[in-house]
């Protein structure tokens, strides 16, 4: 399994769809702060519009799609930038999702809203180093074709609302995120992170290894072998292209791999310790407490398996 498809296997993103908006003329719709573990995103099907957020606008075409990892309040609006009266949107039911709907015309902007829910855990590795919004232009990608099917696919299957055809959509919007992640690391200009990390060739076959053994007892030495460098030219390249040492990465792996056993198994501490390269549960504790802020038996009281 290559390195980004067991990334996202780690966190476990689960989608789920919103609404679908069909917007006509004027219309401005802000979202406030979604919750912790709520990673709201939208594609845009058609048209073109702009997003207000953080004190920044970005302006989201046919293809676009945009998600706020960390929930951070934004505000979406058309793409005129004329003084006019907006009017309040319409809500209703297509028979398979809510509708938002503003204008009688034509449709100037048809957008795909919903979320990626995610374990509080998988914000050691995945959240926390992913751009608050990560916007994509996925008509850049070289996946395009394929991500026209996909999208096209999407469409037709909003509009049709034939039976199952919510369970679809939901399941291209994963597929959707793991090309948007893809396509995003592959950027020329994508800054240091885990995505550009993922996307590296030369650092892939490490970092494959890394998420599948992270019990070994890792050295420099042996992880630069697996890239083919020397070990000053490894530590340096991983750092450039992660934003994090070789060692903060495979401490994020290992938290997020404990995260996942504490919630889904019922294997001690002690045993996910040393799954996961800890020589014993004391060592294995502190270190969760220091990334996590709590105990594994705590973490597992209040998140996982009572």
């Known amino acids: 399994m290559d390195a980004l498809s067991q990334f996202i296997q780690l966190t476990r993103p ?21 919750p912790n573990g709520q990673a709201l995103f939208h594609l845009v099907l058609s048209g073109c ?15 676009d799609f945009i998600l706020f990892p960390r929930g951070e309040a934004h505000t979406i609006h058309d793409s005129s930038t004329a003084e006019a009266r907006i009017p309040k949107p319409r809500t209703s039911h297509d028979g398979m999702l809510p509708l938002r709907q503003t204008g009688r015309g034509a449709v100037d902007v048809d957008l795909l809203c919903g979320r990626f829910v995610h374990e509080r855990g998988s914000t050691t590795l995945l959240v926390r180093t992913l751009p608050d919004p990560l916007h994509v232009s996925l008509s850049d990608s070289a996946s395009f074709p394929a991500l ?19 369970a679809i959509v939901t399941a291209l919007s994963q597929a959707l995120l793991t090309m948007a992640l893809r ?124």
């Open 14 to 34: 689960q989608a789920s769809l919103d609404l679908r908006c069909l917007f006509q003329g004027r219309f401005s719709i802000p979202h406030d702060p979604e």
């Open 49 to 63: 519009c702009r997003v207000d957020t953080g004190g920044r606008t970005l302006t989201l075409r046919e293809g």
């Open 148 to 166: 026209q099917a996909l999208i096209g696919l999407m469409r037709d299957e909003a509009e049709t609302r034939a039976p199952g055809a919510l």
């Open 183 to 306: 396509a995003y690391g592959q950027r020329e200009n994508a800054r240091p992170g885990t995505l550009t990390l993922l996307s590296d060739a030369r650092l892939g076959p490490s970092v494959q290894t890394m998420l599948s053994a992270p019990e070994r007892a890792w050295t420099i030495d042996a992880l630069a072998d697996l890239a083919a460098m020397s070990r000053a030219t490894y530590a340096r390249h991983f750092k450039a292209r992660a934003g994090m040492t070789v060692w903060d990465f495979l401490t994020r792996v290992r938290m997020t791999l404990a995260c996942d056993a504490l919630v889904h198994t019922r294997l001690g501490a002690g045993e996910i310790g040393a799954r996961v390269g800890y020589q014993s549960e004391a060592a294995f504790g502190k270190a969760f407490k220091q990334h996590l802020g709590m105990t594994p038996a705590r973490y597992r009281r209040e998140i996982g398996l009572t």
